[in-house]
């Protein structure tokens, strides 16, 4: 990944992801108006931070990336499976939705998630002209929501696994996610012994690889073009939002990604 400066905003983006196509871009925590344990481009707007600094921190977002906010479509991220396709923007005074993937082929459309150590996994079909996002946290991953975003997307949009160009983005990494015996036991249960691969027991207990278990589940799905950050948040405070290392009072970091303005020129012809 590479960083990029913007309006005193600092954000990343995948090397595998071409600019012409796609806008793709996962901000970090700096450059905006948060304070404290939010300090300071906290877009989380349900963990105790000052709703006049969220929204100034959206609305910057938004002047950042050069589109209307009027064009966002975001959801509430649950830790399931269910993936929801914004055809259109969300409109202002509708409710959030549940779900925990994003999907648009919609030009006018900016997808936004909210992230703090789950796994941001991002995705652009360039021959489709399809961009998604999905949220991987251990229970999202062990229900391979990665797998059924892929899914989805192909059945909706008849996008071929092979096309995807997907990229996994700053998460907690595998020395600083320790679980329980119990998140063990549920992955052998569902994966059986390809469990074990994402699992090593250190002297504190047992520890989740969600990095590479994302990606296997990926693979498995037919997606051969990926990206890893191998970014860690918890051990980058500096840059990033952790919900386990900060105790669970700290902000959430923005993922975001639209078709490109040239893209949706190229798009606008073709239709």
Request: glycine fraction near 10%.
């Amino acid at each position: 990944m590479k960083s990029n400066w913007s309006q005193g905003t600092c954000y990343y983006t995948f090397e595998s992801f071409d600019p012409t196509e796609t806008d793709a871009r996962i901000f970090t925590r700096k450059g905006g108006f948060s304070r404290g344990p939010y300090d300071s481009f906290n877009l989380g707007g349900t963990n105790g931070d000052r709703p006049e600094d969220v929204r100034a921190n959206h609305e910057l977002l938004f002047q950042v990336l050069g589109r209307p906010p009027e064009s966002r479509f975001d959801v509430w991220q649950v830790h399931g499976t269910t993936i929801r396709f914004g055809d259109q923007p969300r409109p202002a005074d509708q409710k959030h939705q549940p779900a925990d993937g994003i999907f648009t082929d919609n030009p006018e459309v900016t997808l936004v998630m909210r992230f703090a150590d789950c796994v941001p996994i991002v995705f652009h079909d360039p021959v489709k002209k399809v961009v998604g996002i999905a949220h991987g946290g251990w229970q999202g991953t062990l229900l391979k929501v990665a797998a059924e975003a892929v899914n989805a997307a192909n059945q909706r949009y008849g996008s071929q696994p092979e096309n995807w160009r997907v990229g996994i983005g700053p998460a907690i990494c595998a020395d600083c996610y320790r679980v329980g015996p119990e998140v063990l036991e549920q992955y052998q249960r569902a994966w059986g012994s390809a469990a074990n691969a994402f699992f090593s027991l250190k002297p504190d207990g047992w520890h989740l690889d969600l990095w590479k278990a994302n990606e296997w589940v990926l693979r498995q799905a037919g997606v051969t073009q990926i990206e890893q950050s191998g970014i860690c948040t918890a051990e980058h405070l500096d840059d990033w939002y952790s919900y386990r290392k900060e105790r669970g009072v700290t902000g959430r970091f923005a993922v975001v990604i639209a078709l490109s303005h040239d893209s949706r020129e190229t798009q606008s012809a073709d239709r």
